[in-house]
């Protein structure tokens, strides 16, 4: 009723971005539907269209890619698009759809100071009580794609640390750096890791090559000596 909506939202779709520094731009998408969060169905998008940080062209850019897939694959829309952000972001991802001549798309955006919404072609911004269930929900589902868009950049800034790290490792090329990574995720796991699962995972020479790479790092980290070969027993 606030929105001016034809009908409920029974499906939302909302999108943050997260940056480090104007570095590896995230867009993070998450779907309420029907009641229910549902996670199965969150959406995570890389900004490759430009370097640098401008969050209205990052959501410009995912509020694209999301919604030109799916007029491919289903031609089905969410009720409702909900943007973190406030006029600028608003008027991103109304071009976004504009060019998908999607329009008629519902869409809002929550800016976070005063919680206000903001809505297409409204000259003031929305402002509801702060106990009002419409605004609450709107509410968590921005706090919910913030959370999101963090955890998914954490994972991939802490992944990327992994594979420079991978690079000092003699023998281990592109294709084994790519293989570690999605296996292990951090250096501390990947160092954790025994002989026999690294020898199973990247052969019996490259994994022992490996293991004792990690061994060695390991101990130069702790100031102690690394372990010397062991010697063969005496006959």
Same mark, same amino acid.
């Given at each position: 009723?606030?929105?001016?909506?034809?009908?409920?939202?029974?499906?939302?779709?909302?999108?943050?971005?997260?940056?480090?520094?104007?570095?590896?731009?995230?867009?993070?998408?998450?779907?309420?539907?029907?009641?229910?969060?549902?996670?199965?169905?969150?959406?995570?998008?890389?900004?490759?269209?430009?370097?640098?940080?401008?969050?209205?062209?990052?959501?410009?850019?995912?509020?694209?890619?999301?919604?030109?897939?799916?007029?491919?694959?289903?031609?089905?829309?969410?009720?409702?698009?909900?943007?973190?952000?406030?006029?600028?972001?608003?008027?991103?991802?109304?071009?976004?759809?504009?060019?998908?001549?999607?329009?008629?798309?519902?869409?809002?955006?929550?800016?976070?100071?005063?919680?206000?919404?903001?809505?297409?072609?409204?000259?003031?911004?929305?402002?509801?009580?702060?106990?009002?269930?419409?605004?609450?929900?709107?509410?968590?589902?921005?706090?919910?794609?913030?959370?999101?868009?963090?955890?998914?950049?954490?994972?991939?800034?802490?992944?990327?640390?992994?594979?420079?790290?991978?690079?000092?490792?003699?023998?281990? &090329?592109? =294709?084994? !750096?790519? #293989?570690?990574?999605?296996?292990?995720?951090?250096?501390?796991?990947?160092? @954790? /890791? *025994?002989?026999?699962?690294?020898?199973?995972?990247?052969?019996?020479?490259?994994? &022992?090559? =490996?293991? !004792?790479? #990690?061994?060695?790092?390991?101990?130069?980290?702790?100031?102690?000596?690394? @372990? /010397? *070969?062991?010697?063969?027993?005496?006959?």
């Amino acid at each position: 009723r606030h929105l001016g909506l034809a009908k409920p939202p029974r499906w939302i779709e909302g999108f943050d971005i997260s940056n480090l520094q104007g570095t590896a731009v995230i867009a993070s998408m998450v779907v309420w539907r029907d009641g229910r969060i549902r996670k199965g169905e969150y959406r995570s998008f890389n900004i490759r269209s430009f370097v640098g940080q401008d969050d209205f062209r990052s959501i410009g850019e995912a509020v694209e890619r999301r919604y030109r897939r799916l007029r491919e694959e289903s031609g089905v829309f969410p009720d409702l698009v909900l943007i973190d952000g406030g006029r600028g972001q608003l008027g991103a991802a109304a071009a976004a759809l504009a060019g998908l001549q999607l329009e008629d798309l519902p869409l809002v955006s929550i800016a976070k100071r005063e919680e206000e919404l903001y809505l297409p072609g409204a000259p003031e911004p929305l402002r509801l009580p702060r106990r009002d269930e419409g605004l609450r929900l709107l509410q968590m589902l921005r706090d919910e794609a913030h959370r999101f868009a963090i955890s998914k950049h954490r994972r991939q800034r802490t992944t990327g640390s992994l594979r420079s790290r991978l690079e000092e490792i003699p023998g281990v &090329g592109p =294709v084994r !750096r790519k #293989l570690l990574a999605q296996r292990y995720g951090t250096w501390e796991r990947l160092s @954790a /890791a *025994p002989l026999a699962e690294l020898e199973a995972v990247l052969g019996r020479a490259l994994g &022992g090559a =490996v293991h !004792r790479h #990690l061994t060695e790092v390991a101990a130069l980290a702790s100031g102690a000596p690394a @372990a /010397a *070969p062991a010697l063969p027993a005496a006959d």
